[in-house]
Structures are given as C-alpha cells and as structure tokens.
Nanobody, 125 residues
Framework: VQLQASGGGLVQAGGSLRLSCAAS????????IGWFRQAPGSEREFLAGMHWSGGDEYYADSVKGRFAISRDRAKNSAYLQMNNLKSGDTAVYYCAAGHDLTLSTVRDWGQYAYWGQGTLVTVSS
C-alpha cells in the first residue's frame, strides 16, 4: 500500500502548481482523500478533502477559491490544483486516504489511514 505525492517545486507568487497523488497496492476508489501541508515549526494543516464518491468536497478557508481537489479513477490518482500561490503556501504537501470521513472528521489528519511521503512546495515572493 503506497501513496506517492509529486509535482512540488519552486514557483513565484501568483503562479500555479498541480500536485499529484498516485496510489498503488489498494483500490483508491474506495477511499476518501485529503491534502494536508506542514510548514517548518507548524502543525499539519488540512487543505482539501473529497468523499470517495467524488460528490462532496471540503476546503480550508485559507485555500478556498484558490485550490481544487480532484481524482481520476482510471489512473488511481488524486490531484490538487493550486492557483494564485502565496509565500505563505510554502510547505511540504501530503496526500492521504481514509474511510468514512465526514464534515467533522475530514480535517483531522489522525482519521486518515494512508499517507504519501510529501512533496515540497516553495513560493518565492
């Protein structure tokens, strides 16, 4: 069972990046997915989540309107499109998979069973 996050890099403020999360060893379709980030010296922060059916999406206020979560069942993958990036978005970004997440639990990183290794996003001002 593995999640592989990729797509991070260095981008100027105002730019965009698309992060990918590829799943292997399990059926990603059956899982709710989430994206988190962690900056140095900070706690892990919830960014976006999606119900396994694709019907419900959840966003942190800090990224609502700038970030979009999606999934491609055929590729067993999930994505985080990030637009209008700011220097405060600099962090290591993680994808995660879990079961039976709800509006009250999707933001809790402890509810997720599987994690990717993280990909670094650096936004220069």
């Amino acid at each position: 069972v593995q999640l592989q996050a990729s797509g991070g890099g260095l981008v100027q403020a105002g730019g965009s990046l698309r992060l990918s999360c590829a799943a292997s060893g399990f059926t990603f379709d059956d899982y709710d997915i989430g994206w988190f980030r962690q900056a140095p010296g900070s706690e892990r922060e919830f960014l976006a989540g999606m119900h396994w059916s694709g019907g419900d999406e959840y966003y942190a206020d800090s990224v609502k309107g700038r970030f979009a979560i999606s999934r491609d069942r055929a590729k067993n993958s999930a994505y985080l499109q990030m637009n209008n990036l700011k220097s405060g978005d600099t962090a290591v970004y993680y994808c995660a998979a879990g079961h039976d997440l709800t509006l009250s639990t999707v933001r809790d990183w402890g509810q997720y069973a599987y994690w990717g290794q993280g990909t670094l996003v650096t936004v220069s001002s």
